[in-house]
């Protein structure tokens, strides 16, 4: 499995911006696309998440302003970021998780990361 991720730069407070990340797979069955972010000197912290179902999970401080969504044909989950933070500011990374069909295993995989500075 092989993910791009693109849209992160800079942004003001209450701006917007839109991640996307596609993911090229071969003999697996994705289960769940999302995006975690890490800030300097932090952890990586689920962002939001979408499953196979369409349905979303997002972590209480992006719930309201972030929306996750996923393109099941082409394989790609986005993540439109609105009424953006100073404390949004991390590095986000994509995130796909599934079962590889040769060994029914389940396995996650992440993206580069992409940057994301909200300036004041």
């Known amino acids: 499995v092989q993910l791009q991720a693109s849209g992160g730069g800079l942004v003001q407070t209450r701006g917007s911006l839109r991640l996307a990340c596609a993911a090229t797979?071969?003999?697996?069955?994705?289960?769940?696309m999302g995006w975690y972010r890490q800030a300097p000197s932090g952890q990586r912290e689920l962002v939001a998440k979408i499953d196979r179902g369409g349905n979303p999970d997002y972590a209480d401080a992006v719930k309201g302003r972030f929306t996750v969504s996923r393109d099941g044909a082409a394989n790609t989950v986005y993540l439109q970021m609105n009424s953006l933070k100073q404390e949004d500011t991390a590095v986000y990374y994509c995130?796909?998780?599934?079962?590889?069909?040769?060994?029914?295993?389940?396995?996650?995989?992440w993206g580069q990361g992409t940057q994301v500075t909200v300036s004041s």
């Open positions: 797979t071969s003999a697996f069955h994705i289960v769940s």
């Open positions: 995130n796909v998780g599934g079962v590889a069909l040769a060994t029914a295993r389940y396995r996650e995989y």
